[in-house]
DNA sequence: CTACGCCCTCAAGCCACTTGAGGTTCAAGC
DNA sequence: GCTTGAACCTCAAGTGGCTTGAGGGCGTAG
């Protein structure tokens, strides 16, 4: 199985596998006259880190993941990466949301009070207490 | 006025104020002996990109917010610069709320089915449709 | 004149790839 | 056997928005 038909099978761009291999990610394959050569085991690892990669997962994480998929260990460890992971996504909804806030007013700000002014009169640069991030 | 004291006037590193100058965001200012001096309007103008960094606007954007504050462009194009990056949030933070359900679930789901197992079975690992992205 | 803090430039590192240049191998058709 | 074209190869650089580090210069106070 060469790298362009592995790549159609997990769903990754063929630069993308060989720069997973050139990190460490995936495990360097057998090579007929230079060409990589992959089994179909291959497909399920690389898909794995395309679901990893799917649910948001850095490489760092990705990589702790196959680790404990590799030694086979408890559903509990999945489960706590998956937690944390769970946690800093809503840590960066809850910055967004207030960032949203924050542009929402400063629009309807400029709306009511200084449309028709010039921008560096406009309230929405005014340089002022901004409540995100 | 040396980059240190203009630095802490706006809030911003002083790397990150020599970064801007390479990157053509700020103007070169004049120099004694090698080191920069810079004016009090340049407080305004460090701080007008602090701002717009602060509102999470790319340095791009940020450099076409500036263009339309030395341009006294009106204030509408300043809204519309904002309105459009409202959306951009908006849709990010609706992104980020798929990923939250879909992890969500995927945690759910392994303390009610899989818990006890080990990673490679865990339902969390399983590619599958992943709603979010 | 020495010590210290602040300043300078240039280069590399972060993340997760993508893009491009320039060259090699493979499979199919004639 | 030869040619063509697709797919493969390596290596380097670019993306964004900085930060960090190395190695050195300037200014001022004691």
Chains 1, 2 share one sequence.
Do not use: W
């Not at 948001?56 to 944390?84: G, H, M, N, W, Y």
């Not at 010039?118 to 991030?133: R, S």
């Amino acid at each position: 199985m060469r790298i362009g038909i592995l790549a159609k099978a997990a769903g990754v761009s063929v630069p993308t596998i060989r720069y997973y291999e050139s990190i460490g990610l995936l495990t360097p394959p057998a090579r007929q006259g230079g060409q990589r050569i992959y089994a179909s085991e291959d497909v399920k690892a690389l898909s794995l880190i395309r679901h990893c990669r799917d649910l948001d997962f850095s490489l760092d994480e990705t990589r702790d993941i196959l680790a404990s998929v590799q030694r086979r260990l408890p559903c509990s460890d999945t489960k706590s990466f998956a937690e944390q992971h769970l946690r800093s996504i809503r840590k960066r909804i809850a910055e967004l949301r207030a960032l949203e806030a924050t542009m929402a007013s400063l629009v309807s700000g400029c709306e009511t009070t200084c449309c028709g002014s010039t921008a560096p009169d406009c309230v929405i640069l005014q340089p002022g207490q901004v409540n995100c991030g």
